[in-house]
Antibody, heavy 124, light 107 residues
Framework: EAQLVESGGGLVQPGGSLRVSCAASGFTFSSYWMSWVRQAPGKGLEWVANIKPDGSEKYFVDSVKGRFTISRDNAKNSLCLQMNSLRVEDTAVYYC?????????????????WGQGTLVTVSS | EIVLTQSPGTLSLSPGERATLSCRASQSFSSNYLAWYQQKPGQAPRLLIYGASSRATGIPDRFSGSGSGTDFTLTISRLEPEDFAVYYCQQYGTLLTFGGGTKVEIK
């Protein structure tokens, strides 16, 4: 059975950094695109980033470009999101999600399985 | 960026009734790149539909998706108690975006 478990969330001051991680099990991690999607308290979903199975391609929403990086370790079945220069508006539950490539374009990936999320709070 | 507008914001229905949820895009895109998700309070989203009309694994056939161009619809033929939740549409044709959600609540 597929499982995604996020960790690393917490309280951080504006301008600070935080690294959230996702441990995958129950499927062949190295064969799948992976995504981070966030949800601010009481709000809707916002896609944050995608990474190709081999890590060679990475895509980000404009609001986090230059501040967030996504990486994966296929040997350890793990996914990470490094968040720098955090802003109050980055406060959200961050979900790790498995991606399915469905088309030839760079963004043609939907999310077929999600972890339970980890809360990141940016506040002074 | 493609903006997705979902309507209505809230749908109040009784178990057994039919639910029709709308998702309208700011510009046309291929129906291959439209998905629907269900989210219950305190839970992660669950994929229902991808490619506008293909049901994900394990999704009951009372859920169906349709549409093309800029107008897409999620239909729940007969609401079960576990279907009361928030539903999001998503486009993944270019720079993934989600709609604002439709809450289906018990009347």
């Amino acid at each position: 059975e597929a499982q995604l478990v996020e960790s690393g969330g917490g309280l951080v001051q504006p301008g600070g950094s935080l690294r959230v991680s996702c441990a995958a099990s129950g499927f062949t991690f190295s064969s799948y695109w992976m995504s981070w999607v966030r949800q601010a308290p009481g709000k809707g979903l916002e896609w944050v980033a995608n990474i190709k199975p081999d890590g060679s391609e990475k895509y980000f929403v404009d609001s986090v470009k230059g501040r967030f990086t996504i990486s994966r370790d296929n040997a350890k079945n793990s996914l990470c999101l490094q968040m720098n220069s955090l802003r109050v508006e980055d406060t959200a539950v961050y979900y790790c999600a498995r991606g399915v490539k469905y088309g030839s374009g760079s963004y043609n990936v939907f999310q077929d399985f999600w972890g339970q999320g980890t809360l990141v709070t940016v506040s002074s | 960026e493609i903006v997705l507008t979902q309507s209505p914001g809230t749908l109040s229905l009784s178990p057994g009734e039919r639910a029709t949820l709308s998702c309208r895009a700011s510009q046309s895109f291929s129906s291959n790149y439209l998905a629907w998700y269900q989210q219950k309070p305190g839970q992660a989203p669950r994929l229902l539909i991808y490619g506008a009309s293909s049901r994900a694994t394990g999704i009951p056939d009372r859920f169906s998706g349709s549409g093309s161009g800029t107008d897409f619809t999620l239909t729940i033929s007969r609401l079960e108690p576990e279907d009361f939740a928030v539903y999001y549409c998503q486009q993944y044709g270019t720079l993934l975006t989600f709609g604002g959600g439709t809450k289906v609540e018990i009347k």
